[in-house]
């Protein structure tokens, strides 16, 4: 009858910060804690890089052509808020692929997990959190590398991080609800081609979407790092008004919410078939 009970209460909807989907955020920082070196360089050396190849170097040349086009300002600061919110979608495409689908098909952490009173929606929801601190983390970094660049204008650009923070979470939910569906990782290496590349390149990280052909621009203004790519400019600036900052805000909110909640079904699904 005990183990009755545990079972219906497991498949019961689980809370956002539930005490179990802390505990799962917990196991997931308590791998980090033996793997975090590894994400240092990587971590730091990417601002550094991009930062010093585009902004500075492409940018001497953007900049010897005129800066009309940037709204007036250097090619470098007009990049690195794009690049800041381009990197949390990156880090969002990996964290919430290979260790979501590694967790169920490889090491079955999921499945041994399932049989505890964790349920779907708190393993979903901790490894989620795990995501937003990995994320945040790497954004602070980013945000030191550009003001030691030279590459702010505007004291608002500390709200830019949560606003990478929510462009990487509106990446991650919809993946983790597709991970954890896939039986094959090949999956993600076509999304990492045809979908984050794409996106990266044509998204406004690298030059105005006003540049693109009109019949493709409005592609470009329903993907989510559009928005983010705006919006950390826009405060990098300091040009972001009320109204602009709530619709890019409202439209990040939004997919995160739809991917959270079609994640906890996949995973109700794939744990519970």
């Known amino acids: 009858m005990a183990l009755a009970k545990t079972g219906a209460a497991a498949r019961e909807p689980a809370r956002a910060l539930s005490p179990f989907a802390v505990r799962q955020f917990r196991f997931w920082l308590t791998n980090y804690r033996r793997t975090w070196r590894g994400t240092v360089f990587s971590g730091l050396l990417n601002p550094v890089l991009y930062?010093?190849?585009?902004?500075?170097?492409?940018?001497?040349?953007v900049d010897a052509h005129g800066t009309a086009s940037l709204g007036g300002v250097s090619y470098l600061q007009f990049l690195a808020p794009g690049l800041l919110a381009s990197a949390a979608m990156q880090m969002a495409m990996g964290e919430s692929t290979w260790?979501?689908?590694?967790?169920v098909k490889w090491l079955k952490t999921?499945?041994?997990a399932a049989a505890t009173p964790l349920?779907?929606?708190d393993l979903y929801y901790g490894h989620l959190l795990f995501t937003a601190m990995r994320l945040a983390l790497n954004s602070v970094v980013f945000l030191v590398v550009m003001a030691a660049f030279g590459a702010v204008r505007s004291p608002w650009v500390i709200a830019a991080l949560?606003?990478?923070v929510l462009t990487g979470l509106a990446f991650a939910a919809p993946l983790e609800a597709f991970a954890i569906t896939c039986k094959k990782e090949t999956a993600f290496l076509l999304i990492f081609r045809f979908g984050i590349i794409?996106?990266?390149l044509f998204s406004g990280t690298f030059f105005p979407?006003?540049?693109?052909?009109?019949v493709i621009r409005p592609l470009a203004y329903v993907t989510p790092l559009w928005h983010g790519v705006v919006l950390c400019r826009s405060l990098s600036l300091g040009?972001?008004?009320p109204g602009e900052a709530l619709i890019h805000v409202g439209y990040l909110l939004a997919l995160t919410c739809a991917g959270s909640f079609f994640a906890c079904l996949a995973y109700q699904r794939r744990l519970y078939a």
């Open 209 to 214: 979407i006003t540049q693109l052909p009109a």
């Open 119 to 121: 349920r779907p929606a």
């Open 162 to 164: 949560p606003v990478a």
């Open 51 to 61: 930062l010093g190849a585009m902004g500075l170097g492409l940018g001497s040349l």
């Open 110 to 112: 999921y499945q041994a």
């Open 198 to 200: 794409p996106l990266f």
């Open 99 to 103: 260790p979501v689908f590694g967790s």
């Open 239 to 241: 040009t972001a008004t």
